[in-house]
């Protein structure tokens, strides 16, 4: 939950092993947390070949103020990413994805 000086819970977890550690940090650094998270990503896409990787979730309550930032490194499937991701609410999800092939207009 976002506390009154700024600060919110984060977590951090592993495909391998789940939850892994956790703590507290500024609201106004978790932006910075999430691009070095994106681009390890970035690089865990390209080696893996997944449809995608997600690397944090941002989880609101339900007056819209932030509950907690979860930190991941974690290739899936489309249909993983459809069974998992695509159906949580009140939460913005971080994720890179793989482009589809475009067709040519030969």
Same mark, same amino acid.
């Given at each position: 939950?976002?506390?009154?000086?700024?600060?919110?819970?984060? @977590?951090?977890? @592993? @495909?391998?092993?789940?939850?892994?550690?956790? #703590?507290?940090?500024?609201?106004?650094?978790?932006?910075?947390?999430?691009?070095?998270?994106?681009?390890?990503? +970035?690089?865990?896409?390209?080696?893996? #070949?997944?449809?995608?990787?997600?690397?944090?979730? *941002?989880?609101?309550?339900?007056?819209?103020?932030?509950?907690?930032?979860?930190?991941?490194?974690?290739?899936?499937?489309? +249909?993983?990413?459809?069974?998992?991701?695509?159906?949580? *609410?009140?939460?913005?999800?971080?994720?890179?994805? +793989?482009?589809?092939?475009?067709? @040519?207009?030969?």
């Amino acid at each position: 939950m976002e506390t009154p000086n700024g600060r919110v819970r984060w @977590s951090l977890w @592993s @495909s391998g092993f789940g939850f892994v550690t956790q #703590g507290q940090m500024q609201l106004c650094k978790v932006t910075e947390k999430l691009q070095k998270f994106e681009q390890a990503a +970035k690089q865990l896409l390209a080696q893996t #070949g997944a449809d995608h990787v997600v690397y944090g979730r *941002k989880i609101y309550d339900e007056d819209g103020k932030v509950k907690e930032v979860r930190f991941y490194l974690e290739p899936m499937t489309d +249909k993983r990413f459809e069974r998992d991701v695509v159906p949580l *609410k009140n939460q913005v999800i971080y994720a890179l994805h +793989k482009l589809g092939e475009v067709p @040519s207009n030969e």
